[in-house]
């Protein structure tokens, strides 16, 4: 079995510290065989959730645009899926927001018309990663992105657990995602270690 | 002279929970009289999001001209109390909300780098921040996750915690159902009376009444 990986920017810079951050995670995820894709929102066409509940009883989004395919299908067919945002104003940018919003047609399809399940072998072989930098050192900078990116992995039945965090604070102090110690190559072993771990669960 | 009240309807749906809070509290203020109250719904204005390019910590400006930002942020440094509500979207803010709160990038260049006044020295601690928000879900929580963004939002723009009101309503999900909630709409409406009294003290005004 290939092990599919997706990548989702939701910086607004292209190739800054974030993105350089989630493509050493699939470079990682790469070397140990996965099959890599990655997709930056910054260069999509979409909307925001509209908030009209219409896929609470269709299940299906009133909004066809270039969010339709990753949400019904790339994430969907995605043993890893990585979630990547720069913290601003302590929570992900709006473009990843959108995003996630825009998922909430995935969350009725589970909790309104029922007609998704997730066992707990799925769960247990769909993995949630959230990728984030941040420009301040603050403790608690990337806590209040964690339970947004929950709630987006609740929805698809992706596991997200407290380890499944790769982040760098106090970008500001290092001069950027280089200068910091040791976030891109723990985030090249983390994609590594996420793909091997599925490999040896088939 | 009027209090200036800028409030912002952030939710896409227009007249659901969280704006039907919000025009509660803003009926409030306005049975104090002599009261401006504008309000905007971001689904009627364009915010785009913020680009990240720190250019404001130079420019003191933002470089996306080609949105409603200009004038909003004007109209934020001019008003007495400002005023967001948003419905909660995946445990934070809508996006909408959310792309307003990190274009006020502007204002923390300002404040934090530029070492600028956001106000006039006359204003500064006299204004006023409220955030009302409406939830789904009915967990005790589930504003937990976003209410450092909103200080975030208020900060920048030069009100401090002490100055921010909250009023947030959880386990209301469909159109309407916040007028049937028990006490949103006394809670929203006492709220605004108390702020007006509260600004009008800070701001030196003489009571010149809306109800006898």
Redesign the interface.
């Known amino acids: 079995m290939t092990v599919r990986v997706l990548g989702i920017s939701g ?3 292209r190739r ?1 510290n974030t993105e350089q951050l989630l493509d050493s995670f699939l470079a990682g995820a790469e070397e140990a065989g996965g099959k890599v894709e990655k997709a930056v929102i910054s260069t999509l066409t979409y909307r ?6 219409a896929c609470h009883k269709t299940g299906v989004c009133v909004i066809d645009d270039d969010f339709i395919p990753l949400l019904t299908r790339k994430v969907p067919e995605a043993d890893i899926v990585a979630l990547a945002s ?1 913290i ?8 990843l ?2 995003f ?2 825009r ?2 047609t995935i969350w009725a399809l589970k909790e309104k018309l029922k007609t998704v399940t997730y066992s707990k072998e799925h769960r247990a072989s769909h993995l949630g990663y959230f990728i984030g930098t941040a420009g301040m050192d603050r403790a ?1 900078i990337f ?6 990116i ?3 992995f609740n929805g698809f039945g992706f596991s997200y657990p407290e380890d499944q965090n790769i982040t760098a604070a106090g970008m500001d102090r290092y001069g950027g995602i280089r200068g910091h110690p040791s976030a891109l190559a723990d985030a090249f072993e983390a994609g590594k270690a996420a793909v091997e771990r599925l490999k040896k669960t088939e | 002279m009027g209090v200036k009240v800028l409030a912002f309807a952030t939710s896409p749906r227009r007249h659901g929970n969280s704006e039907d809070l919000l025009d509660f509290l803003l009926g409030g203020m306005q049975e104090e009289g002599d009261v401006v109250i504008e309000k905007y719904a971001l689904d009627e204005i364009e915010i785009r999001p913020c680009r990240g390019c720190n250019a404001c910590e130079k420019l003191n400006r933002c470089i996306i001209e080609d949105d409603d930002l200009h004038w909003v942020l004007e109209k934020i440094i001019e008003a007495d109390i400002v005023v967001m509500a948003s419905p909660v979207f995946c445990m934070g803010l809508c996006a909408q909300a959310k792309a307003l709160v990190d274009r006020m990038q502007v204002l923390r260049s300002r404040k934090y780098v530029l070492r600028l006044p956001v106000v006039p020295p006359e204003r500064q601690g006299k204004r006023l921040g409220v955030f009302l928000a409406t939830a789904g879900q009915d967990w005790d929580y589930v504003f937990d996750a976003l209410i450092p963004t909103v200080k975030c939002f208020f900060h920048v723009m030069d009100i401090k915690n002490r100055d921010i009101s909250y009023l947030m309503i959880n386990n209301v999900d469909h159109k309407g159902e916040l007028r049937a909630h028990p006490t949103a709409q006394k809670d929203a409406e006492e709220l605004g009376r108390t702020l007006i009294r509260d600004i009008r003290k800070r701001l030196g005004q003489e009571h010149s009444g809306g109800r006898e």
């Open positions: 910086s607004p810079h800054g925001s959730c509209q908030g009209c509940n720069p601003y104003s302590m929570s992900i940018t709006s473009e927001k959108s996630i919003d998922a909430h608690d806590d209040y992105a964690k339970p947004v929950t709630a987006f």
